[in-house]
Every structure is written in C-alpha cells, then in structure tokens.
C-alpha cells in the first residue's frame, strides 16, 4: 500500500515536470492491435505500460559501423560502462547492473550463460535491422534477466522488391577503417539477404596519464581491435499460411586490453566469436498463429595474458514453442513454452557443465473499451537445483483524453523479475556457490503520454515515466572470511527515478527537422547488505549517473543531412560510499552527408566527427576514452 | 546492549571533541602551510583498491584530532594516481616508500607533507620493501604466475635509496613475502614454500634456508632476539581440501638461525596471516580463522580463542598504546572501516579509510 502512495507522489512529480520537459524515443506500444496481422505480433503487444523505446533508423544507419555500445551510449539514457576504447562495454537499465539486462535477438536470449552479461563492444551495429529498449523488469515476457530491461535486436527486413545491394566504406581518425556489403533479394515468397563488415582500429590516441610524474601526454598503446563478421537472413513464405525464416550472425573480435592507468600492462588480449544460428516457423490456423523458433548459438571467449591463457566455450540450444490466439480487436493470448540447453567448457570448471532450463508463460492481452488496453503476462522458470517464483506482470495503457489534437494517455505497470545465477556463479572451481539463491524483485511504474498532432507539419510527442525497483539476494561477488572471492546473495536494492523524453518533427517545405531530448534521473542504492560491515546503505550505488540527458537532432534539406547528438552525463560514483568520483562530462557528436542520385544508384558522402568538442573522460576509472575523431565515409546503393 | 551505548558515548565524546578541534583548528589560518600535515601522531592506513583498477589510496589518521585524511598521495600531488595495489610502505628517515604491487614500482614520498620525490621503476610485482638503512633497502618480488596459477621463485631486489635503482637482485624461493632485518641478516619468508631464505646484508647472498611450516607470510622478532615466523598452511585452492595442512607459529633463534619450537594450529582448514608484535615485543598478534588472535611469547601452545572475534581484512598493532586496528574490506565494493580496540579487545572507536585496507604503518 505504502508502494501506491510512493507512486502518487511519482505521478504528481511527473505532472509537475511535464511542461519543461522532453523526450527520446518513440513508444511502440501505442503501435498496437490496430489490426490483427497474420504473422509476427512483437512481443511488446503484452508489454501494456511499460516503456519501450526503438532507437531511431536514420541514426543506425549513419552510424552502422560502430557497434552498440556507441550507439546506444550517445543516443539513449543508458549508461555503458567501457573498459577503454577497445575493452567490454556492459549496460544497465535504472540503476541495475549489467547482468540484470537481458539481451534478445529474434526473441531469443544471446547472453552467454557462463558470464550472464553482453559485451556490447562485440555486438556490431552492421547486420541488425531494429533496435528496441526495454525499460523496468520484463522477466514474464522476457524470461531470467530482464530485471532492470532488455535490449531487443532483430534482423532486418527486406522491403525492396528484387535486387539490392549496397557497399559501405569508412576511414577515421586513430587508425580507424572499416568496410561493409550487402545483398539482397526480395521475390513473391522469397526474400533473402546477405551483409558482411570488417572493422579495425589501431586506437592509439593521445591521453593524460594521471598515474605519473607530471601527468604527461602518452599515446594509448595495446589497444587494436579487428572485427569481422556477417548475417544471413532468409524469408520464406511457403504457403499462404506457412512461414519459416533463417537467421545466421556471426561475429568475431581480436582486442587488445590496455591496462587502467597506473597498472601493469599484461598484454591481455581477447577473443571473442560467437556464431548463432535460428530457425522460426510460423503458421497461421483457425486456433490462432503458432510459433516455432529453434535455435543453436556457439560463443567462444579465449582470453590470454602474460599469466592467463584461458578460454571458455558455450554451446546453447534454444527451442521456443508459442501459440497465439487473437478474438476481434479485443484480447488476445499467447502460451509458450521456452527450452534451454547450456553446455559450458571453461577453464574455471572441472571439466564441461551442463545445465537445461525451462520456463512456461502465459501473455494476456485485453482491450475492455477503446482506449484502455490491459495486459496480464505470468512465467514459471524451472531450473535444476532452483525454485524461481512465478513472475507476474501487470500494465495498463488508458487514453484518456483524445481531441483533434491531442492525446493523453496515463499507463502503469507493476512486473516481477527474477535472474538464475550464471554457471561462473554456481561451478566455478573452489568459488562457486551452489547454494545462492536467484535474485528476484518488484518494478513499478506510472507515466503519462502526450502527443500533439498538426496536420503534417507538426507533431510532438511527450512522455514521462517514474518507476521504482527493488531487487533483492542481488548476487555479487566479494571476498569471503578467508579472503576468497565468490558470489554470495549480497544485497538488496531500491532504484528509483524519472525518465523524461519528448521528440518533436517539423516538416517546412523540403526541410524536414526531427529533435528529441531526453533526460533521466536516477536513485538507486542498498537498502540492505546481508554480509559485511553495510556501511554503505543509503548511497548510490557506484557507476550509476543520477543525471544523464541527451538532445538529438535531425535535419534534412533536399540531398543534405546534419546529424546532432549531445549528451550529457553527470558524475558516478567509483564505489559504493559515494567518497570518490569520475566528473560529469558532454559529448558531442555531428554527421554532415550529402546524397547523390547516380541514375537509379545513390552515393552518400558523411563526414563524421565525435567528440567534437575533445573532452576527456572516462565511464570506468582511469580508461582513457578517445578524443576528438573524424570519420569520412561512403556508401553505394544499388536500389 | 549496554556495550553498545557506552561505545556510543564514547563515540560521541570523540565526535564532540574532534568538532572541537576541528574549530579551534579553522581559528589558527595555518592550514595553508602543509608542511609536516603527516608528521604528527597517527596512523597512516594502506587501502589495496580493486586489482586493476589502479584506485589505491593512503589514508592518515590523527590521534590528536580523530579524524582520518583519505587519498593523501592525490592530494598532495595534484591529483596524481598512487596506482594499483599498495602492498607496503615504510618509514625511513624522512621519506615513505610506498610498495605498489600491480603498478611494478615503489613511490617515494617526503614522509611529512606525502609531496613526491622519486620512483622506483621496472619492478615485477613488489611486495614488501626494508631499508637497511638510508642508502640501501630490499623487496621481494614476484613473477607473473604460470597458467595454472602457480608460481616460479620470486627474487629480493636490492636498491640504491639515493638513486632509485636496483643494483642487485638475489633469488629465493616461490612468493617471497615479507622480509625482516635482525642481527646483520636480511629474512624473507618464502610464502609458496615452506622456507625461510636468510641473506647476509654485507654480500647480499643467501647464507642458508631455515625450513618452517608450510607457507610463511610473515615475520616479527621479540624482546628475546627470537624471530616469528607464521605460516599458512597448504591452502592451494586447486588441490583438495585433504591436501592442506595446518599453519603454525615458528620460533627461530636468530644466533644460530634454527628453529626452537614450533606452535602448530589444530584446524588444517583455517588460515592464518598479518603476523605483529606489540611495542614491547612480548605479545604476539595475528588474524586466524576469521579472528585477531593474541599469544604471548612465553606460550608454547595455540591460543584456543580469539581476542577480537571478527574477520579483518587489515590488522594493526599501535607498538605506543598497544592498540589493536582491525580493518574491515567492505566487499571492496566501497570504504573499508577501520575500528580500534583497547588492548584487551574492547572496541573504542572506529574511522573510515579506502578500498579494501590492507594494513597499518604508525607514525
């Protein structure tokens, strides 16, 4: 009860703020059950009010040689920590960690389960169509993991039809090049399509070392990164009623690790390849639309330095069963049944480790009257040696107020979430905990959208969102009475915040202008340490900005384009006592292109330049992050 | 209960006093005049940091005012990095050498204001560091381990004080810890080995090898001329627990460097480390399954329990007042607390420091 009163209190604030405030991106969820589509519902139809946002295609597309964590770093209020330049870059959702975002590709999990994180750095850009953030806790939808949000990747769809192709190339500042193709073909039942992308970087910009006498200027060494890879997408329909879809990614990296400043440089290097391969059958009955999706992933990590030479191996195999049944525009259901089978080979175990999960959900979906949509979702995981609770979620979506121009919608959402500890956590040798429990909590959240409609010229849209999480048995490794490290159930923690964002398109004549600004704030700290001195409750927690706000903006006129993003970040605490920081720091970013129509062929010419206005910082402690760079690039497409 | 009001008066009489100071102090102006900040009466406490993450930090307690300094080196210099892991530092004449392990180099500070005056380079994961005296000191030294984590022998490095340079390198045995001076001779106790290399200080050569128990850490010598030495015990993570063996306490003549006697503990399971003697070299302190154990050197067998039962990750002894500072890790997530005992184990107060406070030099 107490939680309901919390959330007036949010609901009031967001009143309050509405006004001054702005936006990031665009809320899928007002996209649906307009029309009951043959095949593909995404998931995001049972996500009734919570947050998702997708990233923005034109911004993909200009920046389709970075990777995601680049991405998403400059353009979202999420915050990446980046071990460097060439290092791992995670992400955290609302005050979590990086191990409580769930990462989906198609819709299924690619987080290795021996680590339970993503490396965003090693998740390339080139080769995914789509882009969706996840806010708050989705594990009834999501599954294990999606406790802080989920970041949901799908392939791209061919919507040309016949031949296409397009060649990219790029050289940049820091010993930067990287080149890309694709291909494809798009028939009456058939489309497929091919892209392939090499990337490398020497990185060896200059910084300030701070760990030594005088703290000179030195160029970053040990920090090249060559990435190569490609996807595979077919699409098939063979009968009117009968679809299968083939998915292939493959994605390998060779870094180089540079040491923190004022470290010992070990010559780490890793490699990472990941190769993950899907099936998906969809077919459409009187009993509604049934989905298949199989899948096998295979990740490698080998990691090597002057005292480690270790790799690790998984191979996972996902089988997703999902049956779908939609009455008129009202409700909808879906049922299903997800399979995993992990079998990890790791340095760090005695021998191979095997682990199966299963998880059963249920997704409901109902529309009592026009502007009020419901949802009610449940998952049970079964997982040997565990007890995960059933994971409940609960949203609704009410437009409340729909004139000519105007529309106002209120939505809230309360959602459980729960993690499985990962096979580090429970096998790894003379550390691993068998006995940790999983971590499991609440998300609750109440926003309030507004969209302003003027004929074709004008539209803004507005949203505001508090939410507040609490996760508890937060697993994380410390050192134990005898000073070993291993994971033990450490913590419980409340995160609460504000998010605001409001995104606004203007069209005059041939100039076409889109911005959006966004801004979140962020409280998250223990309120409970089970092991220890605890003297750190009450704080925020470490390499959680409260403040991160992002302005973008978009400007075409006739062939040309400017691209703008500024972000800004505001201090993080390096440990939890809030006694030491890395300072607030903006960023930013411009790309200027200019498209040139060569018969049917187009040629677009981008100059890019980030960091532009050459601030230092760091989003891990003494990790040098590079300057001011400028990127040329070019790309030929074959309609 | 009652306990815990009266440390809570206490604390709160300290805390009283110190905001006392603390004006009296704003009142004098001199604080513009840092000279000797670090000179006067206190404890200068070594906080590790997270390994590779190059966030080490010295703190600087105060008896007089009860207030603790944190990351005095940044201060000092600008915003400088200390680096990655303080292992060791030591007082000589004026200066500190500032031991930091991942970071292969020695910090050498002014050891009144912390401002600093040199750096001992192109070391391989130092450890603990003696001088002899104003011109010569040694350190042990590690190599990165092998795959399967173990080790190659370690070696002592010999440095010339008045250039920063090593000018000789002795090799001992696996993990070389801390090393002691008694008696014209240089111990190093020899962590992955059950021996205990002594080295001769005018040729700097190993003159003999004193075997022990299983894994000695560290060393302390007593009013009697005799030297601790304690051990670990097989603790090696990769081998079966029926495979380790006990710690112990070893007693070594250092007239004719053989040991007398040997104190061994009965649990083969627990560990034991931070070996210290108290200001009158007649107790013996150290942390052993998870508590500060106290032993006088009369004892000829294992206290059976702890004087303080808590698990420190730091343990200091005042060699003036016999206080006992045990220092708490915090999960190295955050500030490590450092508490302050009595000598006869009653808590008196308590002072944060850095991350994951490894241990104590007092002035």
């Known amino acids: ?639 | 209960m009652k306990k815990l009001n009266c440390s809570r008066s206490f604390l709160l009489a300290v805390a009283l006093l110190a905001s006392a100071l603390t004006f009296t102090g704003c009142d004098n102006k001199d604080s513009d005049a840092p000279s000797g900040a670090y000179a006067e009466d206190g404890v200068f406490v070594l906080n590790e940091g997270n390994f590779r993450e190059s966030n080490a930090s010295i703190s600087f307690y105060s008896n007089s005012t009860g207030q603790a300094e944190q990351s005095i080196f940044k201060k000092e210099n600008q915003g400088r990095l200390l680096g990655d892991v303080v292992q060791d530092m030591e007082l000589v004449g004026n200066r500190a050498f500032i031991v930091m392990n991942n970071s292969n180099k020695i910090e050498v500070v002014n050891a009144a204001t912390f401002q600093s005056v040199g750096v001992i380079e192109g070391l391989s994961a130092p450890r603990y560091f003696v001088a002899l005296n104003n011109e010569k000191g040694y350190v042990t030294e590690w190599f990165p381990p092998k795959e399967d984590w173990s080790y190659h022998r370690g070696r002592v490095s010999v440095i010339d004080l008045r250039t920063y340079k090593v000018v000789k390198t002795i090799e001992v045995d696996v993990q070389p810890e801390q090393l002691l001076l008694a008696g014209g001779n240089l111990y190093v106790a020899n962590a992955g080995s059950p021996l205990v290399h002594v080295i001769d200080t005018g040729s700097d050569m190993v003159i003999k090898t004193i075997e022990v128990a299983y894994g000695p850490n560290s060393l302390v010598l007593d009013r009697n001329n005799n030297l601790w030495v304690l051990s670990s015990g097989n603790k090696d993570w990769n081998a079966p627990a029926s495979e380790h063996t006990a710690g112990a306490l070893s007693k070594i003549n250092i007239a004719n460097n053989t040991v007398t006697s040997t104190i061994t503990f009965p649990d083969p399971t627990a560990s034991a480390s931070k070996l210290l003697i108290n200001g009158d070299k007649d107790t013996l302190y150290f942390l052993y399954s998870g508590g500060v154990h106290q032993l006088s050197i009369s004892a000829s067998a294992p206290s059976t329990t702890p004087l303080i039962d808590r698990t420190f990750y730091g343990l200091g002894v005042d060699p003036v007042t016999g206080n006992i500072y045990g220092a708490d890790e915090n999960s190295f997530a955050g500030d490590g607390t450092v508490y302050i005992y009595d000598p006869q184990g009653n808590q008196t107060g308590s002072f944060k420091a850095g991350i994951g406070p490894n241990g104590f030099v007092f002035n």
């Open chain 1, 1 to 639: 009860m107490a939680k309901f009163s919390f959330l007036n209190v949010w609901l009031c604030a967001c009143l309050g703020c509405i006004c001054t405030t702005a936006i990031a991106q665009q809320d899928t969820t007002q996209h649906q059950l307009r029309t009951v589509e043959v095949f593909g519902r995404p998931a995001e139809v049972y996500a009734a009010g919570s947050r998702v946002a997708q990233v923005d295609s034109a911004f993909l597309s200009t920046y389709s040689s970075g990777n995601l964590a680049e991405a998403l770093q400059a353009r979202t209020p999420l915050y990446f920590k980046s071990y460097g330049a060439s290092g791992s870059s995670t992400v955290a959702f609302r005050g979590t960690n990086a191990s409580q975002t769930a990462v989906l590709w198609n819709g299924l999990h690619i987080t290795p389960a021996t680590l339970g994180q993503a490396d965003f750095s090693t998740l390339p850009l080139s080769g995914i169509g789509e882009v969706a953030l996840q806010y708050g806790s989705a594990a009834a939808n999501y599954g294990s993991g999606a406790v802080g949000g989920a970041v949901l990747l799908n392939s791209p769809k061919y919507k040309t039809d016949g031949f296409g192709g397009d060649v990219k190339l790029e050289a940049g500042s820091f010993g930067r090049y990287f080149g890309s193709g694709s291909a494809g073909y798009r028939g009456k039942n058939l489309s497929y399509g091919l892209s392939l992308y090499k990337h490398q970087a020497e990185n060896d910009f200059k910084y300030k070392d701070l760990s030594r006498f005088g703290t000179p200027e030195v160029r970053l060494q040990h920090a090249q990164v060559q990435q190569h890879g490609f996807t595979q997408d077919l699409n098939w329909q063979i009968s009117p009623k009968t679809k299968l879809a083939l998915h292939g990614w493959y994605t390998f990296s060779d870094r180089e690790l540079p040491p923190a400043m004022g470290s010992s440089d070990t010559e780490a290097k890793q490699k990472d390849k990941n190769l993950r391969l899907m099936a998906e059958l969809q077919h459409q009955s009187q009993l509604g639309q049934t989905s298949i999706k199989a899948a096998w992933f295979n990740d490698l990590l080998h990691y090597t330095d002057l005292s480690n030479d270790s790799e690790s191996e998984v191979n996972t195999d996902q089988l997703q069963a999902e049956q779908t049944y939609t009455s008129g525009e009202r409700w909808s259901l879906r049922g299903g049944l997800n399979l995993q089978r992990f079998a990890a080979t790791n340095d760090g175990y005695h021998g191979r480790k095997d682990e199966n999960r299963a998880s059963l959900f249920a997704l409901f979906r109902y529309d009592p009257v026009q502007p009020l949509q419901l949802s009610l979702n449940l998952r049970q995981a079964l997982v040997e040696g565990y007890d995960p609770p059933l994971t409940p979620a609960l949203g609704f979506n009410w437009k409340f107020f729909n004139s000519n121009r105007h529309q106002i919608s209120l939505k809230g959402n309360a959602s459980g979430s729960y993690r499985v500890p990962t096979l580090n956590d429970r096998f790894w040798v003379g550390a691993g905990n068998p006995d940790l429990r999983p971590e499991h909590g609440w998300n609750y959240e109440l926003g309030l959208r507004h969209v302003l409609v003027q004929g074709n010229a004008f539209l803004l849209e507005t949203e505001a969102t508090g939410y507040f999480i609490e996760i508890d048995d937060w697993i994380q490794w410390s050192p134990n009475r005898t000073g070993l490290w291993r994971p033990t159930n450490l913590q419980k923690v409340e995160s609460k915040g504000l998010e605001l964002s409001t995104t606004a398109t203007v069209t005059l004549g041939k100039l076409k202008l889109n911005s959006t600004a966004g801004y979140t704030y962020t409280l998250s700290e223990q309120v409970e340490v089970y092991e220890g001195s605890g003297s750190d409750v009450g704080r925020q927690l470490m390499y959680v900005p409260r403040h991160k706000a992002i302005l973008t903006a978009e400007a075409n006129y006739k062939s040309w384009s400017l691209l703008g993003n500024l972000n800004y970040t505001g201090l993080r605490y390096t440990s939890n006592s809030e006694t030491s920081h890395l300072d607030d720091f903006t960023l930013l970013n411009l790309a200027l292109s200019r498209k040139l129509q060569l018969g049917p062929n187009t040629l677009l010419l981008t100059l890019l330049s980030d960091n532009i206005t050459n601030t230092a910082y760091q989003t891990m402690a003494y990790r040098p992050m590079p300057p001011r760079g400028y990127t040329f690039s070019l790309r030929f497409s074959i309609p």
